[in-house]
Structure formats: C-alpha cells, structure tokens
C-alpha cells in the first residue's frame, strides 16, 4: 500500500467508530527510560496516535518488570503489539514501511471496514482454525501489501484466524528458524509456507478447508 499521509492519518483517525485497544510491550524501567531504540520507536508512534482519537487507547507494559503478565499475555519479545481480542500481534516495531498498514489496521479493526468487507464471509466460514505469522522488513513494499491482506483476512474471519507480523531484522532468530531470505513470507501453523504477496487462493488453500 501507499504511505498514508499526515491528512490520510487524520481522516482514519477521525473515522474510528469503535474503541481500539493496543497493549504495547517494551523494555521500560523503573526509572522511565526504554532500553532499546525499536521500543521507544514503537511506543512513540502508539502515544502519537492515540493522542489523534480517544476511541484509540493503549497500556505499555513492560518486559522487565512485568514477567508474569507477560508469560500470561505469551510475549516473550519487546517491542511486541498486541490488538486487544482481535488475534493480531506485532512482534518487532511497525516502522519504516510497516507503519501505514499498522495504522490502518487500526482504523479496520475499529470499523470492521476492511479491505474485502464481507465479499469473503462465505470462504471465511469454511476455513479450519490457523495461526498464521508473516516475516517482514521495514523497507519492503511487498510486505505492507502482505500485512494489509493477512490483516484484513484475520478481522473478517472472528476468531478463526490469528497473525503474528514479525520484524526479521529485529527477530533473526526467527528468519533463521525458517530459512527465510527473502520477503515476504508467510508461515502457516508452523509449517506450510507463501513466498511473497499471497493470492486468497493460495493462502486458503495452504490453510485449509474444513470437512
């Protein structure tokens, strides 16, 4: 997608129409100050935003001093963004060319208006459960395209499906753990895996229909 523009970020956020929680997950201290660039990055960019929209709240936790809500919530990585009951995770900073469909999953997850709005309902409701993880870099194009129809997909399918959007150049180990060398990619249960800007097809396909 495009970047958004500073009036493009205005008009989404004048046109939230639901209350959107985030849970932002840094390496906060005692004393204030974050311990990493990626995290002040992070909870920088969600303070911004929720100062443009009171429909748009947010809670930071931290890492370091908030083990056991945390291991509760799964997070074992700072920065990680949590949507509130929608099944969307950002693990690693939504900057760079991840910031426009971050915000913009914002205003969907608000909305409900996302970029296929009900043409996929029918397709949705046959698909089995899945856990899908998109690896990503901040200076990709293909990979906001990606993260804006793997988002849309996952708010349109209540429930069914969830996504964890993963920042590689934060998060190697991962990249490594599924021998990714380029991006996008997309990772399905674990195993099944897209290269690239999925078509609905094939990322249905590789999730798989219900019997």
Known sequence: MNELS?????????????PVRLKVITTLTA???????????????????????????????????EVATCKKLN??????????????????????????PFIYTIYMASTRKTIFSGMLDDKLEKLKEANL?????????????????ENSIVIDSNGRLNIDIIESYENPDIARKYGVTGVPVTIINGSERIEGVPSLELLFNAIGYKT
């Open 6 to 18: 500073a009036a493009d970020i205005r008009r989404l956020l004048d046109s939230l129409k639901n």
């Open 31 to 65: 004393e204030g100050y974050r311990q990493c660039p990626a995290c002040e990055d992070t909870a920088s960019l969600v303070e911004e935003l929720a100062k443009g929209s009171n429909l748009l709240a947010f809670e930071e936790i931290s890492i370091i001093d």
């Open 75 to 100: 997070v074992t990585r700072a920065p990680t963004v949590l949507f509130e009951n929608l099944g969307i995770r950002y693990t690693g900073a939504p900057m760079g060319l991840e910031t426009s």
């Open 133 to 149: 993880e998109l690896i990503v870099t901040p200076t990709c194009p293909y990979c906001s395209q990606a993260a804006l129809i």
